[in-house]
């Protein structure tokens, strides 16, 4: 598959010093509860909202990442959508909603010592890279996200660095190594997608060409179990449907 349109003319950004900050709330300053913010979510968040918006903004029942001066809302979201569904109909009730996904595309891992001096012990690059289709691993939770009138979301590709502790009480897959924070290395090119036709990106077919999920891995270069969950958003979308079985396997066909 060719790599779906890229936004032009984006540079790649360098990341910014990030400032302490409080907001107004109900005729009172109030500090915004952002304890477990990563900072890779912190740096978006300032990024996207930009020097003359306001971050953690009130809206409604619900509190989001930035508001551009431009009335249009930013929502950093690093993992599943399904915690965005009913803010994100909130926010968009009031004005655009521009949801931001990074998807690593390198990732450096830093492992510490526990304690205070935080020694490091070694540092790693992953061997695991990220493209685009890391979108349909968050949107398989909310797929009717884009749905929503004034709602686009941004996929954007970037660089990060994961700092991971030795305390003995992270995950057995990581022989108890804890991710203590994951923070933005450089940004660098993204995609758009305003509206479920720009889906179609997604989809190296031609009109009333039927394929399968197995087909659809092997064109895109992506696991059989991506090419599922992709084909389960893009149905939900109709931006694909379902035409007939051949075997155990779905047929599919572009909309």
């Keep these: ?110 492992v510490y010592k526990p304690g205070k001096k935080g020694v490091l012990l070694y540092r790693r690059k992953s061997p695991v890279t990220g493209t685009y289709w890391k979108i349909f691993d968050a949107l398989v939770y909310a797929p009717t996200l884009p749905l929503i009138r004034r709602v686009t979301i941004e996929i954007v590709l970037v660089d990060i660095t994961e700092k991971r502790v030795k305390d003995g009480k992270g995950s057995w897959r990581r022989k108890g190594i804890s991710i203590k924070d994951k923070a933005l290395t450089e940004r660098h090119e993204s995609i758009l997608l305003k509206k479920p036709a720009d889906y179609l990106k997604f989809v190296p077919f031609k009109k009333k060409e039927e394929f399968t999920s197995s087909s659809l891995a092997q064109s895109a270069g992506i696991n059989k179990w991506t090419a599922q969950k992709a084909l389960y958003v893009l149905t939900k979308l109709e931006v694909v449907k379902r035409t007939g079985k051949q075997g155990n396997s779905w047929k599919y066909v572009r909309k």
């Design 1 to 110: 598959m060719n790599t779906p349109e890229k936004k032009k003319n984006v540079k790649k950004n360098k990341l910014k010093p990030v400032k302490a900050y409080k907001t107004r709330a109900s005729g009172k300053i109030k500090t915004i509860g952002t304890r477990n913010e990563s900072s890779l979510h912190r740096a978006l968040k300032f990024q996207y909202t930009g020097d003359d918006g306001e971050t953690e903004k009130t809206a409604g029942q619900f509190v989001a990442d930035g508001r551009r001066a431009d009335g249009e809302f930013i929502e950093v979201q690093t993992g599943s959508f399904a915690p965005l569904k009913k803010k994100v109909i909130e926010l968009a009730a009031i004005n655009k909603v521009r949801i931001i996904h990074p998807v690593a595309v390198k990732k450096m891992i830093e």
